[in-house]
């Protein structure tokens, strides 16, 4: 069982950024796919961003040309490089494997308000 640590998240105006990371407790690149997910208030748990081990990524189309997801291996991290926030942004993030895992980790606030 991997476990994950997400951190980064906070309270950003719109327009903003912020850098979320992702800690796994064992290697990502035997993994495989990692994916950044998020769930708003009152919505289901969505895919934001996925990233093959080789490095090829896939976005949702809310977040097209705004997020970026990379991943280093070699320190078993995977992160998201959110810019231009929008407060429909606003949500818990986590990172999991993709298809994801059947648990999750505590996941990162993100907050995007004036």
């Known amino acids: 069982q991997v476990q994950v640590v997400e951190s980064g998240g906070g309270l950003v105006q719109p327009g903003g950024s912020l850098r979320l990371s992702c800690a796994a407790s064992?290697?990502?690149?035997?993994?495989?796919?990692m994916g950044w997910y998020r769930q708003a208030p009152g919505k289901q748990r969505e895919l934001v961003a996925s990233?093959?081990?080789?490095?090829?990524?896939n976005y949702a189309d809310s977040v097209k040309g705004r997020f970026t997801i990379s991943r280093d291996n070699g320190r078993n991290r995977v992160y998201l490089q959110m810019n231009s926030l929008k407060p429909e942004d606003t949500a818990v993030y986590y990172c999991?494997?993709?298809?994801?895992?059947?648990?999750w980790g505590q996941g990162t606030q993100v907050t995007v308000s004036s």
């Open positions: 999991s494997g993709y298809p994801p895992w059947g648990s």
């Open positions: 064992r290697s990502i690149f035997s993994i495989g796919t």
């Open positions: 990233i093959t081990s080789a490095g090829s990524t």
